[in-house]
């Protein structure tokens, strides 16, 4: 597996602006997600020699961002009171170091320094019933002595609920939102936002210019678990951006809570379904509490077994974790290569695939198999999916494998 985490990258002390701003402009260079961003860096330490190795490759067909374009980002940050931090600065919360694919920068408006805190996630359904604010309003103050962190995604419903009661109980909140900071979404949720920002923090890794669409909010989502030791669910149906959170939230070794709701009721069907495959059934704010403990030393645990995945992966002497090599292949070794990507791009399609179900049915290792996306996603053909999955981007003109393994 590729993971990133402070032992796969050391971070530093500090982070001059230089440097800072080449990583800025290989983040947001086209076709370069978390997965591609970090197989460069391995490859070539410094953000500085990436991007020039970029400019040389056909393979990749995507357009770097200009040091012009960064800049003006940087100085958009500066002149609204932002803070913008990147995955290499301490000030990074190391609870999104810890995930498959860590956001590569965040913009933050408001406390930087709850990013640190003991984040929890509350989401829910948009069209919450009355009761479930009741609920919210009891119990979400009774954590206040646990000095939680209460982090949820301004939606409407749940998330305004969560947000209001913490501003109300003077509790800290943090709001992930999908799109750029400044883009307020809902709108009805204007003078929310800015109490947040005065009291909390708002934080998005989406270029500011950016409006919110429909795939950011995935992507939202993966932060919102990512940045929680646990998640709690109210009222959520098969269908729901909250029941995908929950869903991110075990791949990412989190809890997960859910309030139970009646059985008639459509926006149960999906907590009532996670409370039967093992989620924390919940009936007040101790049942939280008791867990916390117990999930620490969980997640310790895991991140043990991970990191000694991520040492084999990231053996420099393992060629297979290279990616700028086909030089060195002979004729033979080419066409071997140029049929399994396309074999491997005959399996992805626009619905999200797990790349472990990927590697199963190829029945290649995991290092050659995120090597080989990583030159699909540097070709603008796939993106990395929250969950640990890859989706095909729509091609102009027809089909993928046609196109580019012809």
Same mark, same amino acid.
């Given at each position: 597996?590729? !993971? *990133? ?46 991007? *020039? ?8 067909? /995507? ?67 009355? &009761? ?29 609920? *969560? ?81 995908? &959170? ?23 069907? /999906? ?41 084999? !992966? ?56 995120? *090597? ?27 089909? !993928? ?6």
């Amino acid at each position: 597996m590729l !993971y *990133a985490s402070s032992k796969r990258l050391e971070i530093p002390t500090t982070l001059d602006l230089e440097t800072k701003l080449s990583y800025f402009r290989l983040a947001r260079s086209e076709n370069i997600g978390p997965m591609g961003f970090f197989h460069l860096i391995e490859k070539f330490k410094h953000p500085e020699n990436a991007l *020039a190795r970029l400019k040389t490759q056909p393979a990749y067909k /995507g357009r770097i961002c200009s040091v012009d374009e960064a800049r003006q980002e940087l100085e958009m940050h500066q002149e609204q009171h932002y803070h913008l931090i990147s995955y290499f600065e301490p000030e990074y919360p190391s609870t999104l170091r810890q995930l498959k694919d860590p956001p590569l920068f965040l913009s933050v408006c408001g406390k930087l320094e709850l990013l640190k805190s003991t984040c929890f996630a509350v989401v829910g359904a948009r069209n919450a019933s009355q &009761s479930a604010r009741t609920w919210i309003k009891q119990q979400i103050s009774s954590l206040k002595s646990s000095s939680y962190t209460i982090t949820s995604g301004l939606a409407r419903g749940i998330d305004t609920w *969560a947000h209001e009661t913490a501003l109300e109980e003077k509790m800290p909140t943090i709001a992930v939102i999908a799109g750029g900071l400044g883009h307020i979404y809902p709108l009805e949720n204007k003078g929310l936002y800015h109490r947040i920002a005065q009291h909390g923090a708002i934080i998005s890794e989406d270029p500011l210019h950016l409006s919110p669409q429909a795939q950011l909010f995935p992507k939202r989502n993966r932060i919102i678990s990512g940045l929680s030791w646990g998640i709690l669910v109210i009222e959520a149906s098969y269908k729901s951006g909250a029941l995908l &959170s929950a869903k991110y939230a075990l791949d990412q070794n989190r809890c997960v809570f859910v309030v139970p709701g009646h059985p008639l009721d459509s926006r149960s069907h /999906g907590g009532n379904k996670l409370i039967k495959e093992g989620a924390c059934l919940v009936e007040t704010a101790s049942d939280i509490q008791k867990e916390y403990p117990l999930n620490l030393s969980k997640r310790t645990f895991f991140a043990q077994e991970e990191e000694e995945e991520k040492e084999e !992966y990231l053996s420099p002497s393992n060629p297979s974790s290279l990616f700028f090599h086909t030089e060195e292949k002979d004729e033979e070794e080419k066409i071997e290569h140029t049929s399994m990507l396309r074999v491997l791009l005959e399996r992805i399609s626009c619905v999200p695939t797990p790349i472990e179900t990927l590697r199963k049915e190829l029945k290649i290792s995991s290092i050659r198999l995120r *090597a080989l996306l990583v030159e699909l996603e540097l070709q603008g053909l796939v993106e990395q999916y929250p969950g640990d999955a890859i989706i095909a981007i729509p091609q102009e003109g027809g089909s !993928y494998v046609e196109a580019h393994c012809c």
